[in-house]
């Protein structure tokens, strides 16, 4: 199945949006089942993580992989090889090592089972963890050009950010080169490169005064 939508910014704010949807369900459920001692093969999980953390796959395995799987021209090859982020889960998964066993198994006494346990205890307590790990994603999205240009072989299907980078290679090639690209000698690279560069940090600067009064108001400093 696949997902078409009409202009750049609508194409890349929603891609934002569900990536990031993505990530935060699948990175949250895992962090919370590795946080959990009594899980069996814990260690093990924890080590692979930890080895997809430190080497990367590659460019060719991951391009194989969504060809393999059918998922090129689609939206769905810039969500799922990223669903989630190794560091991004260790992060979540410390956070929830670090709240106290009574308040789960108070709750557990009270008839709730492990699904309850995480959407009724533990996510309303750990609001700073996820408002944190959601802009770590949402940015990254925000920022990706390289999936797009690598997976989306119709430039109609392109976000913004991969015509902002155009601009900038456009702009920066006709300076250097004016007699070959007559049509933008009056291109003013500088400018062009400054616009660019506010467009993409705009939406993302404006998500931290949304999410002030979730983040703690004061440092935590070390002792």
Avoid at 49 to 57: A, K, R, S
Avoid at 141 to 168: C, G, T
Wanted: net charge positive.
């Amino acid at each position: 199945m696949d997902v078409k939508w009409h202009s750049p910014c609508e194409k890349l704010m929603k891609n934002k949006m569900v990536g990031t949807a993505i990530n935060m369900l699948i990175t949250s459920i895992t962090a919370y089942a590795l946080s959990k001692k009594y899980l069996p093969g814990r260690k093990v999980m924890m080590g692979v993580v930890i080895v997809f953390m430190l080497f990367n796959p590659g460019m060719i395995p991951n391009y194989l992989v969504v060809n393999d799987l059918h998922m090129l021209d689609t939206y769905w090859s810039l969500w799922l090889p990223i669903a989630i982020s190794a560091y991004n889960m260790v992060i979540m998964k410390n956070f929830f090592q670090g709240l106290p066993d009574s308040i789960e198994e108070s709750a557990q006494i009270d008839g709730c089972n492990d699904l309850q346990v995480f959407l009724r205890i533990v996510v309303p307590i750990s609001k700073a963890s996820f408002a944190t790990i959601t802009l770590f994603y949402a940015v990254s999205h925000w920022n990706s050009y390289f999936n797009a240009m690598m997976y989306l072989n119709d430039i109609n299907d392109w976000p913004i950010q991969v015509w902002l980078r155009q601009i900038i290679v456009l702009s920066v090639a006709a300076s250097r080169a004016p007699r070959a690209c007559p049509s933008m000698r009056r291109c003013r690279p500088t400018r062009s490169n400054t616009r660019s560069s506010a467009s993409a940090l705009f939406p993302s600067s404006s998500y931290i005064p949304s999410c002030r009064n979730t983040l703690p108001k004061e440092p935590c400093w070390g002792r």
